[in-house]
DNA sequence: CTGAAAGCGCTAACAC
DNA sequence: GTGTTAGCGCTTTCAG
């Protein structure tokens, strides 16, 4: 491996010298600068991060941990994240499962960003602290050097069922997904307006899992044995939607006329389906963009962070409800 | 920062004696053992990451690198690679953009996969070396310390063309990607078929950039102006074919009927678009595996890669062409 | 302007 | 079984 000793020798200077010239640092004569440069050029050096980052307590890097790397609704979020940190000079690691653990622990990174349900609040507590702040997209968590910016979700999904009861529809069936804190939130938005209109029933709560597969299962069970048949399959989000018609398309039914269904996240899907899914957008690029700048507004210890507010969702009316 | 010494010190041993007692080693007795993970949990003690790899050169981390985090065929690649890599003690850290080659740069990791076409071969040749061994997805170069393990494109585009001539369509026009290995071997079979029935006219080629906008332009334009109509679209991915034929629907005209259409991928739409998409599948997750485990076998320097074999797709036959 | 040298936190000879 | 210590590659203080 080419160090900056190789460096130093191949141009004639000592490694201190080697390494300001390397970070064009105005103290070193052009002439020295030159050479030096030249030297690592000619040797193809390359410095090792793990050294500098064991001096400096700085790598420059942003841990994203997820919970795996298939949900749809994540990409645009990474890709968020990636184009701000990278307008900023830091950098971003995507992990996930064991790995994500292994590098909070590590400390090879300067901050993490968790939306991952897997990540213990232990975990988050042990390793948060005044040099390595967390930000949580996934819970919340009253803790030091910790800090919270999730979707809010509970006022969306009120407005939504509420348009939902507007136009009739009682009998509202909610599909759960794993208990998590977009889902209470959901599922809490969802329950104010059914109480609202006298028509909540806890019955009709059905625990999914957020995949294609479990919505499809709860829907095609409810409508076989189910009397009466639910008017509206309230998702907590798209796949479990795209599931629920999955179901009810087969049994020969028809969306809406017979049973409505609505969904949350707007992914791809929800457009292209047939009938096409009335759901919640939000915009995952900006609250991207906004999580980035939080994380290093967190990194640069600043304390006035009011600017930051939690994204919410609108409406996206479409086929699959009045 | 807590450091070992920390824990040495309250535990009433030595530097080392606490490494070797953190390790289980057997040389350590078991009371002082015992004492060393005491004083390490009640310090809340975290290994310094850096340190330990600038130490022994060995960071178990493989990092993978991609074009941004939005393109479809990315998440169960991810999750494929992320599952066999666990299983063998080793962490992934995924990234893309400026990240990715500064993280190839800082030598934090001890092997790359890259999909990435803004990774130049240049850079991929001015790191590669013994103990960074580099794995290409989506090129092909040779150079020492880089191997390849692209899909096998060629043979199953010529399956399917053939398909489509024997089914009777002659008129078959290509949409083409970006530039890029994948591309190129997708045309390759696809004129080998065509050439074969004598019918390949290199006119019928369309520059798109994958993306599902590109599609509908092009096929857009193609359908407002070329005479005769095209039969097919034959698209070198599933997102353009989508794109296709939302055109195609929004001139009126019906799929297959008037023009069919088939894609590469079998991305989740594929399946729910109306009609469905005929299209090429790769098992991703698997490839995952395998890219895993080859990345695994070329960092331990084994030399017998023979078990390895390019992953290639099989045509799923659905609505949109006959 | 340049060089010598300390030290970041950890591991692993080696000595006892 | 346990302790001492050199040193991984880099940055940075302090001398000169």
Redesign the pocket.
Known sequence: ????????KLA????????????N?????????IKVVEAAKVLN????????Y????KSNIVGVFLDGFSRPTYHKLLDGINYELDKHGYNIIVSSGKSAEQLMFNRQIDAAVIHDKNVKNETIKRVASDSFPILLLDRELKQKFVHEFTIENTNITYQLAKHLLEQGYRNIHFISGVTSYDNTHRYNGFVQAMEEFGVYNPENYYQGDFSIRSGYNIANNIIKNKKPMPEVFFCANDEMAVGAMDAIKENDLKIPKDIAVVGFDNVELAKYYSPSLTTIHVDRFMWGNDVANLIIALINKETDLSRFSKPSGRIIYRESCK
């Open positions: 491996m080419v160090t900056i000793k190789d460096v130093a004639g200077v000592s490694t201190a010298t080697a390494s300001y010239g390397l970070k640092d105005s103290r070193v004569r052009e002439g020295t600068k050096y390359i410095p090792n991060g793990a050294a500098r064991l001096k400096t307590q």
